[in-house]
DNA sequence: TAGTGCATGTAATGCGTTACATGATTTC
DNA sequence: GAAATCATGTAACGCATTACATGCACTA
């Protein structure tokens, strides 16, 4: 079995609980999107290979006439997922168009540049605004469910104050 | 013109002074690759069409029998560039593997999880080894190149104690 | 003379999104 | 009965990396 990203993400949230490629969209949605996306063209696939690789185990679920495929971990699953977990590798992948005007915006005039500052900080509002969209209040999560919540949350809350130090400091020094 | 990622970029760094693909390459990594990568591949065929859009010109500039093409920006580049570095879009993508295991870790014993909040600690240490070894001591950068320099380190640092905090909390809470 | 760096490029492959097609069920 | 939601899936496309092929020039 060829582990791909998105392999980990399914076996992850199937561990919780048996889902469907459709329930797995919207938990990968209200969970790990904004570091770390699937779309409906992964997802439905990835399920068919990890069925094949016994790592899953699809049951018909039907709903009346409509119809519905369970996916749940199987004990193979579950060793190859722990095996993941026990690794330690940390590259990580940023893309950040914000990043990259800012870095080019010295060839705009000084208060349109530091309006790109401005720009980004507002950036980090409106993610910050989206994870506190995500907080159903349903309860405690799991410790590290919950770390990884937070990490959105402080990492939006520093990137603000950053903006806004960053540009006091160019502002004073001009 | 249908711009892409890498098109900034390219314009970008070139506006700065006349660059072969080869050129570009080195740029882009002692520079911008923390946070926008582009290899070859995305390099040499995207300086083709931009010189079809007559964004940029490519000039023969051949180093005895060593072959060179140098491209610089026109004032249609210029001007698209300029354009560009007016959006104020500010969507972020982030892959990191190492937040989606930590997102699982709760699967693993206690200790273990901890442990691979101490490895993400370890990714940023190393990151931010990385950044300080790109600084070649050559003189000031222009204001906004060295705002997001500082950024690259400012956010390893922050994720350095970001990690050592979560660290004590979740001992002290178990 | 062997190794490293300069320099250009392409082909194969993989990763991921978008857009579309289809149809049932629930809710207003 | 219209709209939203549940549910599955694929085809086309675009983005990006990796690996390879080629050859010159410098330096140890």
């Excluded at 582990?3 to 561990?15: C, F, H, K, N």
């Excluded at 990968?28 to 996306?37: G, N, P, Q």
């Excluded at 060793?79 to 690794?87: I, R, T, Y």
């Excluded at 349903?138 to 919540?149: I, K, M, S």
Aim: proline share 4%.
């Amino acid at each position: 079995m060829e582990a791909s990203a998105v392999t980990w993400a399914i076996l992850g949230l199937i561990r919780q609980r048996p889902m469907s490629g459709y329930d797995l969209k919207r938990a990968v949605d209200r969970t790990i999107r904004h570091f770390w996306a699937a779309s409906y063209g992964q997802i439905y696939p990835e399920l068919r290979r990890l069925e094949d690789a016994g790592w899953i185990e699809g049951a018909d679920a039907a709903n009346g006439g409509r119809s519905r495929r369970l996916y749940r971990l199987t004990d193979a699953g579950r060793v190859a997922l722990e095996d993941w977990l026990h690794g330690h590798e940390t590259r990580l992948e940023l893309r950040d168009e914000s990043l990259l005007r800012l870095f080019f915006a010295d060839a705009l005039p000084p208060e349109e540049a530091l309006g790109l500052l401005a720009a980004r900080r507002e950036g980090y509002r409106m993610m910050l605004a989206y994870l506190r969209g995500l907080d159903d209040g349903t309860g405690p999560d799991p410790p590290f469910v919950d770390v990884v919540y937070r990490w959105g949350l402080d990492h939006c809350e520093w990137g603000i104050e950053w903006c806004d130090r960053q540009e006091r400091r160019l502002r004073q020094s001009s």
